[in-house]
Each structure stands twice: as C-alpha cells, then as structure tokens.
C-alpha cells in the first residue's frame, strides 16, 4: 500500500467515525497534550499511564516537528 491508499483509508475510516467520542465510566482517562512528534515523550506516557483501568487520548500534532520527531 503506498502514502496515497495509506490516505485514502485513513480519511474514509476518520469520516465515518464521529467527532465525539464516548469513554467508558470504569477507570480514568488521560489526555495528551502535542508530542509533536517527540517518540520519547509519547513512550513516557504509555509507560506510566497506560494500564487496563486507564484510557490514554492522544490529542493530535503526533508527527510534525520537532528534532526527535519520526
């Protein structure tokens, strides 16, 4: 599958979602703020945050910038 597919199926699936999304009442959420990208910083929050009674949310600008950016 090239970039363009790649594309394609992500905004196909993001137009069928809805904008709001519904969590669970059971456990607790945390939400993350731009990693912009930062690998390092995205791997320290999973790694302390993310366990069966938490939901991690991911709040968008993953890749853009940044020099440790992938």
């Given at each position: 599958m090239d970039e363009q597919e790649l594309l394609g199926k992500v905004s196909q699936l993001c137009a069928r979602q809805g904008q709001l999304i519904e969590l669970s009442s059971h456990g607790r959420a945390v939400f993350v703020g731009d990693?912009?990208?930062?690998?390092?910083?995205?791997?320290?929050?999973?790694?302390?945050?993310?366990?069966?009674?938490?939901?991690?949310?991911?709040?968008?600008?993953?890749?853009?910038?940044?020099?440790?950016?992938l």
């Open positions: 990693t912009h990208g930062d690998v390092e910083a995205s791997q320290t929050v999973i790694a302390r945050y993310l366990t069966p009674e938490t939901t991690l949310v991911f709040l968008g600008d993953y890749v853009d910038r940044g020099p440790r950016s």
